[in-house]
């Protein structure tokens, strides 16, 4: 009675190699002094320096962070503890514990706050430089690198007039200093939109290492933020049952800063449980997709349907590029509009240089 306890965290978003602060205070609000009193806490082992130190909490996968204390009347103590963010996940601190008793603890009582609080790591960015990725959209945010089509929202210049040219794009302050009529020059512009698809089980039961696995959630991760930055449009479709909703990954897509973070948290969540197979999984999503989307795959082992599905895409006019880390084979790369094999993070950072299929 009066014993109050406050668990709060520092962040609870992190990249690997960061940080958290987790402040743990206990409080008694009451003349009655405690002769002693503990507080455990569940933390999930992969967040502790020195897991093998402490007891196994009640959930698996967790250890209990222990204290011990006494406390006077209407005092309150804390203790911190840095939780280390060593790689990508998504981690839930279990419930505080709290115990106490008599003096010669022969009878104790204990509570226990059922409140979880969650620790998402991102996963690891690598820099692109240049990602040649195609696109059909004639409008848009990102500068073209062929003269086809032009932004009226975006003047670059003004030039002579010439009868071809409408009036509407007429420049009339410059066509009054020049004493020469002068029209408006447009940037080129492609609007790029990009549905991002990862096969969760192309990474499954094929010899493929843990660290492929995670390779190809980086170069999600790191085509995503390249994308965003070129403000382009960006969508996330991943086979894999998230820990906390159990529901696949369907981000449609979309663009801004607030897209990037929903992009990384979901990849922050990927395990190897998947919902379905990837083709059945790959067909009921990509026929809802806008036309000239360009499609992105992520994969280690080529799934067998992989050449058809690219073949379909490109009957339907979609622009398809893969993306294979670790796995073997080829199959299906004639139907694909580029073709990019990564093996270790050292080729992913000469990722703009990759010859395409």
Known sequence: SGVTCQ??????????????????KLSNRKL????????????????????????????????????????????????RQKLDCPRR?????????????????????AITWKRTDE?????????????????????GETVAERRIFEDPTRTIGV????????????HWKASARHQNLQVKVFEPTTTLKVALFLAVDSFQNYGVAAEDFEL????????????????????????SRLPDTSQAVRILPGGGLNQLLNILEALAK???????????????????????????????????????????????????IVIQVGGEGDAGAQHADSWYKIRSAGEFLEFKSRAAV
């Not at 082992?45 to 209990?64: I, K």
């Not at 996940?89 to 009582?109: A, H």
Request: proline content about 9%; aromatic content about 12%.
């Open 7 to 24: 668990r709060t965290l520092s962040a609870n978003r992190a990249f690997p190699g960061e940080t958290i602060e987790l402040k743990l």
């Open 32 to 79: 009655l002094p405690l002769p002693w009193i503990e507080v455990d806490s569940e933390i999930p082992l992969q967040l502790l320096a020195d897991p093998a130190s402490l007891p196994a909490g009640a959930s698996p996968g967790t250890r209990l962070l222990s204290h011990i204390t006494s406390l006077l009347w209407y005092t309150s103590v804390s203790w």
């Open 89 to 109: 996940g998504y981690y839930k601190l279990g419930p505080v514990t709290v115990t106490s008793g008599d003096i010669f603890g022969w009878y104790p009582r």
């Open 119 to 139: 620790i998402i790591v991102y996963p690891k960015i690598f820099p692109i430089t240049h990602l040649a990725i195609p696109s059909l959209y004639p409008m």
């Open 159 to 170: 030039r002579d007039y010439t009868p071809q040219d409408g009036l509407r794009h007429i």
């Open 216 to 239: 190809g959630i980086s170069a999600a991760a790191s085509i995503a933020n390249y994308l965003v930055q070129q403000r382009s449009q960006i969508g996330l479709f991943v086979n």
């Open 270 to 320: 990927v395990t190897y449980v998947t919902s379905n197979s990837f083709t059945d999984f790959f067909q009921d999503e990509w026929g809802r997709l806008p036309w000239g989307t360009t499609v992105v795959l992520v994969i280690s082992k080529p799934p067998e349907a992989l050449p058809a599905l690219l073949l379909r895409l490109r009957e339907a006019g979609y622009k398809s």
